[in-house]
């Protein structure tokens, strides 16, 4: 069964440091999404990407954030210069588009701890 | 605005008994998807169930029954027989309609369900 593929798993990082969080979609899939999940705390959207492009964003997803589809298969999350506050949970999801109830498929999570 | 309501912060059960967990929500849409996703203490997030708004019958997956009422805007999941695996964080989800390209879902603050031997 396709997978999403999230990179990697846990990172620990430096506050101020930048980071990039990878995803590999499912190949066929057209919408893509970042969710954040700080520890014991509600699932947060960020953003959503489509045709290349951000369709919608968060009010958390400031200009600290910054989505990329750089080469037609990756889908990244960077975080320019991370805050104590990043610390959390962060899926990638994606989805065909359709009406299917399967259509969204979540990675794994990468646990991003920011010290 | 949609918004997903779970009031239950922490649920207890006995194996092999059945466990309902309760989730309301809000839109105005007449179009929208309803999900239910367990999330183990591993951290992933694992798809249970689905219902459409349109659905006439409640969805059902295995052990998993959607009580989807409608009027009440209510979508409370049902495990049945539950098992000591069925111990993790468990979350209501909505789609919202087809608004564009952007198919984004809300979700509810969890319920932590625990299943005591």
């Known amino acids: 069964e396709p997978e999403v593929t999230q990179t990697p798993s846990h990172q620990v990082t430096q506050m101020g440091q930048e980071v990039i969080l990878r995803c590999v979609p499912i190949s066929n899939h057209l919408y893509f999404y970042w969710y954040r999940q700080i520890l014991g705390q509600k699932v947060e959207f960020l953003v959503s990407f489509y045709n290349n492009e951000i369709s919608e964003k968060s009010e958390i997803f400031d200009d600290q954030f910054s989505v990329e589809r750089p080469d037609g298969s990756n889908f990244t999350l960077k975080i320019r210069s991370t805050k104590l506050e990043d610390s959390a949970m962060y899926f990638c999801?994606?989805?065909?588009?359709?009406?299917?109830?399967?259509?969204?498929?979540f990675g794994s999570g990468t646990r991003l701890t920011v010290v | 605005a949609q918004k997903i309501t779970q009031t239950q912060p922490g649920m207890f059960v006995q194996e092999k008994e059945a466990v309902t967990l309760d989730c309301t929500y809000d839109?105005?849409?007449?179009?929208?998807?309803l999900f239910w996703y367990k999330q183990p203490s591993s951290g992933e997030m694992i798809f249970l169930i689905y219902q459409g708004s349109y659905d006439e019958q409640n969805a059902t997956e295995g052990r998993y029954s959607l009580n989807f009422q409608k009027a009440r805007k209510s979508a409370n999941l049902v495990i049945s027989a539950s098992q000591l695996g069925d111990s993790a964080m468990y979350f209501c989800?909505?789609?919202?309609?087809?608004?564009?390209?952007?198919?984004?879902?809300?979700w509810g603050l969890g319920t932590s369900l625990a299943v005591n031997p």
């Open positions: 989800a909505m789609r919202e309609a087809n608004a564009g390209n952007n198919r984004k879902l809300i």
């Open positions: 999801a994606s989805t065909s588009g359709g009406t299917s109830p399967h259509g969204y498929t």
């Open positions: 839109t105005s849409d007449q179009s929208y998807g």
